[in-house]
């Protein structure tokens, strides 16, 4: 059974953790705390933006996460939202996030599948689930995890698709822009970044295609083709041996 959820608070619970700009590295004395935000940021941005039109509202709004556990207090020592210095984080931003867990929305799903993210230093197995109707992508460390790794919302978005460059070599990637801040993906056939892509568009991204960017020469044992009866051939299989390629094309 899935989880319900509040498309339009999520949209805008990701926004303020991706887009606004006032999540980030503040500093508590000498000790420096990573993606902490202000309260009174938070009231500004949501009033700012004409979310709330008063900053009393907006305080209800922090409330509201913090009675849902979404976010808390820094040091812990505040049970409410204030509008002032006293810093908050997210949950989803620490390592031992809040939901919805993996199991209860992969079954209501657009799509779901593993695929590789690139991190800052090396490329991570992550189980993605995208939501069409939140317009939102969820990605965890495996389909078991009771809460995400992370979320991407896409009703701001922009794909690309990457040949070279970022892309991992032998794989299929694309690039997710949000906000100024990149999400790679790859996958190990054509045929899963199509499904990906398509399912992506119809949730609302955009699709760039960057026509700027030098392709990368592939050996022919990094493709996939269809054979007579249309079923997928990966060439990789005929890899050591000598192969012929002949154009059958006709008018």
Partial sequence: MCEVVDPEREQ?????????????????GLRKQRYAFYGRDLVSFLVENR???SRNEAIEF?????????????????????????????????????????QTIVSCATMSGHMLKKGK???????????????????????????????????EGEITVSECGECRRGSY???????????TQC???????????????????????????????????DFTVKDIDLHDVDLNKFRGNVCLIVNVASE
């Fill in 187 to 221: 996958t190990t056939k054509s045929k899963e970044q199509e499904e990906w892509l398509q399912a992506l568009m119809d949730a609302g991204v955009t699709l760039r295609e960057d026509a700027t960017a030098p392709v990368e020469a592939k050996s022919i044992f």
């Fill in 173 to 183: 990637c694309f690039t997710i822009a949000i906000g100024g801040r990149n999400h």
């Fill in 121 to 155: 230093i090396k490329w991570n197995s992550r189980f993605f689930i995208l939501k069409g109707d939140e317009q939102m992508l969820y990605y965890y460390n495996s389909e078991k995890d009771a809460c995400p790794k992370g979320r991407i919302p896409l009703n």
């Fill in 51 to 53: 979310f709330y039109t």
């Fill in 62 to 102: 922090g409330e509201s996460l913090l009675k849902s556990k979404r976010i808390y207090h820094i040091k812990e020592k505040l049970q409410s939202f204030v509008d002032s210095e006293e810093m908050y984080r997210f949950y989803e931003d620490e390592e031992n996030g809040n939901g919805p867990a993996a």
């Fill in 12 to 28: 805008l619970i990701a926004r303020i953790r991706l887009v606004s700009g006032i999540v980030g590295t503040k500093k508590t």
